[in-house]
């Protein structure tokens, strides 16, 4: 077998590979030989097919067979013998593919960049420091509260929070339209499941009354047929019930799944979620600082065919993740481009800094790193099981470990700063920033 190599740019190659016509020949007797024993053809015994016969019925599928088995097993054999490394599959162009003949064929690929790893000297990360208060525990107890609260029926005005139940027919122009009708609709006011507008002349209706309402609906709604247009909503109260939240007491505590302790066990409870919470944010925020560092250390030229891959990679979660809504939807590259670009590009700088600086994640890491994730769930064993029992989630875990190992080489290159903030600060990134 003779290949060449030719370099087309930086990450480009075409390479030419030439098979000896006898490494084929040989290759489709041994197939023709072994068919001719099997094959059934009228007028001849099985077993007793002549191999002439067989090669005039057969001998062309055969080849082609061949030749497709013959190129892939030689295009692994010459980027082996000349120490390439592919970073997608090849486009595979036919030269001489004749029988009788050697077998030429060209590869056209990208190979993977070397990367240069940068000084990461001047990587400079701010970790935040947060102390939970007894005030954030009331908080938090506070959203159970909420999350358990009912409604009970009063005879006065609604206000805000209040739940009121409406019938309503909406119309546009003097005509009904679909979705525009209900029954007995419960609507929570200032909760946002209906548009504000309708939702705000609900306060101060007693259960009973009557009234027309003007909605507009905004520009950029989903039916078209409604957006930037105002319609009339005839409504009538059936009932308002305003929210009663549950006691905290032994009560309370037990539908949590507290057997023993009553509030103070509950309150120890969330407190030790809530320091996990903060763990594992903490975490994420130093981590997401360090790869932001390490993308815009490292200016690599980037294959095509990988960031294709991740482009696709991210359109299919983000089709699981908006499920049907989603469906016959063609949700074009550019969405994805700049993401798959930077997970690329990490991708090969931490692969060459877990090469370069010998880390691993190693099975006491990665045991320690199981512990931690499953502690935060109802049932710890079930999640370390499913762990153990599945190789994928395994290795996924194993990935998680050596991006944490990065994640400390870097620290220690850089200077790390340490930032007092608050539990709702760091676990509301997004107020903080509004606050700023």
Do not use: C
């Not at 489709?28 to 053809?41: A, E, M, N, W």
């Not at 009121?164 to 419960?186: N, S, Y």
């Amino acid at each position: 077998m003779q290949v060449s190599v030719e370099t087309i740019s930086n990450l480009q190659r075409r390479m030419t590979v030439q098979v000896p016509a006898e490494r084929i020949d040989q290759e489709v007797d041994k197939r023709l030989k072994s068919l001719s024993k099997r094959v059934r053809l009228d007028g001849f015994r099985p077993g007793k097919v002549p191999l002439k016969v067989v090669q005039q019925r057969y001998g062309a599928g055969v080849f082609q067979e061949v030749v497709g088995d013959v190129v892939q097993r030689t295009y692994q054999e010459a980027i082996a013998q000349e120490k390439l490394q592919p970073a997608g599959g090849p486009s595979i162009e036919p030269k001489v593919m004749e029988p009788g003949k050697e077998l030429e064929y060209v590869a056209t690929f990208e190979v993977f960049p070397q990367v240069e790893l940068a000084d990461l000297g001047d990587v400079s990360v701010e970790r935040p420091r947060v102390e939970i208060t007894d005030a954030d525990v009331d908080k938090v107890i506070e959203s159970l509260r909420r999350q358990r609260k009912e409604f009970v029926a009063v005879d006065r005005p609604a206000q805000e929070g209040d739940q009121v139940t409406v019938d309503f027919e909406g119309r546009l122009d003097g005509e009904t339209f679909e979705g525009g009708k209900a029954e007995a609709a419960p609507v929570e006011l200032g909760s946002g499941q209906m548009l504000e507008a309708f939702e705000s002349q609900l306060v101060g209706l007693r259960p009973g009354e009557e009234k027309t309402l003007d909605v507009p609906f905004p520009e950029g709604y989903p039916a078209e047929h409604l957006a930037g247009k105002t319609a009339q909503f005839d409504i009538k109260v059936r009932e308002v019930r305003e929210p009663t939240l549950p006691a905290v007491d032994e009560a309370f505590a037990t539908s949590f799944g507290i057997k023993e302790g009553g509030v103070e066990k509950l309150r120890e409870e969330v407190r030790a979620n809530m320091t996990r919470e903060v763990d594992q944010a903490v975490r994420n925020r130093v981590k997401g600082q360090v790869m932001d560092a390490l993308y815009k250390a490292h200016d690599l030229e980037l294959p095509e065919a990988l960031i294709k891959d991740e482009i696709e990679r991210l359109r299919e979660q983000a089709t699981a993740r908006f499920g049907a809504q989603a469906e016959g939807v063609n949700l074009p590259d550019e969405l994805f481009s700049e993401e798959a670009r930077r997970r690329v590009a990490l991708g090969l700088i931490i692969r060459e800094l877990v090469k370069a600086k010998d880390l691993s994640a190693t099975p006491e890491k990665v045991e320690a790193e199981l512990q931690r994730s499953a502690a935060g769930y109802e049932d710890p064993k079930q999640v370390i099981n499913y762990y153990r029992s599945n190789a994928q989630a395994m290795s996924g875990l194993e990935a998680l470990v050596l991006e944490d190992e990065v994640v400390d080489w870097v620290l220690t290159q850089g200077t790390v700063t340490e930032k007092p903030v608050s539990f709702d600060e760091l676990m509301n990134p997004q107020k903080e920033g509004q606050s700023e």
